[in-house]
């Protein structure tokens, strides 16, 4: 029988309305009288407000991810092995930005840390059982997830020093402070570093949403405020960016060999995962 773009419209609708959902989470954050993203609670690891400009590129891509889903292609993906986790995912983001706009810090590190959670379980079960058979599945959904995924990691660390560090407006950084800012600067450049050696061609959305991070955090905490932290951030942030033309490197020659999947040990398995 031939798939019809009716096929699990429950799904599919619940899967716009939430995209909207999330979509609105963001621009009210925007929109709204105060400007979250210029007054945020100020840390010695917040990064500067264009980081954030991220969140568009992310909403784009799921736009076209939305729209994909009702192709052959993207319902065996989206629908048949995201499933219900992409709904799941847009309504905890929105209880995130709902809570970190609205200034409880603590919870909203809490919602971030579920969002992670949830991307991550996205992020397996498409890179595991869904490597890109076509350009569509590269671009409108491996692409944005991967984004995400990076994205998200970023997100939980900021938010984590909102919560439970020093106010950089008011307090001078301290030892500790300096300590658990580069052990976070150094987790994140790990990260890329780790994105960037997950396959033979690396996972450059990912350890670019962490690079990009990275030289925003340089470019907000400027030398008058701490200069360790400052140059720590661009020295990780250049580390990072080696990852990223690492990951580069590995696409080009993919794509040079003018293979999507390289190998049979990356082959999808028999079947989905539900």
Known sequence: ????????????????????????SNVYTVAAPRDIYFNARET???????????????????????????TAPGKKVIIEGISWRFPLLGVLNAI?????????????????????STISHIYYVVKKFYLPANAGDEVLVH????????????????????????NALTEPAG???????????????????TY????????????????????????????YRSGFIHWSA????????????LSMFGMYKRFKRGSIILDEERAPFVGSEN
């Open 175 to 193: 030892v500790w402070t300096k300590v658990f800012v580069f052990l976070a600067l150094f987790f994140l450049e790990a990260t890329a570093a």
């Open 44 to 70: 010695y690891i917040t990064p500067a407000p264009w980081a954030f400009l991220i969140w568009s590129l992310i909403h784009l891509l799921l736009l076209g991810t939305i729209i994909y889903q009702f």
């Open 1 to 24: 029988m031939s798939d019809s773009w009716t096929d699990e419209i429950l799904l599919k609708i619940t899967n716009i309305i939430v995209y909207f959902l999330f979509l609105g």
């Open 234 to 245: 661009l020295a990780f942030a250049v580390l990072s960016a080696s990852w990223v033309f």
């Open 143 to 166: 692409l944005p997830f991967s984004l995400y995924h990076g994205w998200t990691t970023v997100l939980v660390v900021i938010t984590a020093f909102e919560a439970f560090g020093v």
């Open 96 to 116: 995130y930005v709902h809570l970190w706009a609205s200034e409880y810090y603590i919870l909203a590190f809490i919602a971030a840390l579920l969002v992670s």
């Open 196 to 223: 960037a050696f997950s396959s033979p061609e690396g996972d450059l959305p990912a350890s670019f949403a962490i690079t990009w991070s990275l030289f925003a955090i340089f470019a907000h905490q400027n030398v």
